[in-house]
């Protein structure tokens, strides 16, 4: 057994609520006096979470690790089709919560609430699948697969990892990791206040 996968897995999922318990905070605190900042940084972050957890990690998760869990877990099954319908249905959350949040940038305070009480079902509804992943797949992963399931997991899982999570820093993100640190106010990020 290997714990690379594992790790990878729990590091991914750390940055995601990292980024999600963020978003709650800047939400929480509103635009107050510097709104171009407060909705350039929940873009960003929004960007983020569509951008690697739902096109790089799920994937990952979807095609290699359920599959596998499936063959030789099966009472497994209702929880994977769960947290499979979350992965399918995730992204179409995200790209609704980014069209929410520039209705309310467009259109102002009229739409503020939709965004939020949208945004705070997404963060539960995501912590939840995290947690259900690494308290109900995870360690039956550990118990069930195969030393030759982990070599192919561990070569798979360790492509395009989150550079939030301990992958390779890619030139390409640069500019989004750095606005959502050094833009985001303190104590979220590294901002002015």
Known sequence: ?????????????AAVAAVLRSLDMMI????GDAPERFFDVLRAMLFYI?????KLHHPKESDLLF?????????????????????MLGEGRVRELQHLLLAWELIGESRRL????????YTG?????????ETQLLPAAQKVLSA?????????????????AGGVPDPCYDRLFTRIVLTTPAPIGVGAA
């Open 50 to 54: 569509d951008e690697f957890p739902e």
């Open 67 to 87: 599959p596998r869990l499936a063959r030789v877990a099966p009472e497994l099954m209702p929880v994977i089709r769960r947290l499979e319908s979350d992965h």
């Open 125 to 133: 509804f995501y912590l939840e699948h995290m947690r259900t992943e």
């Open 28 to 31: 929480a605190r509103g635009p």
């Open 114 to 121: 939709a965004f939020t009480e949208a945004a705070q079902a």
């Open 148 to 164: 030759e399931d982990w070599v192919e997991l561990d070569a798979a899982f360790q492509t395009n990892r989150d550079p939030l």
């Open 1 to 13: 057994m290997s714990a690379s996968t594992l790790q990878i897995i729990r590091d991914e999922h």
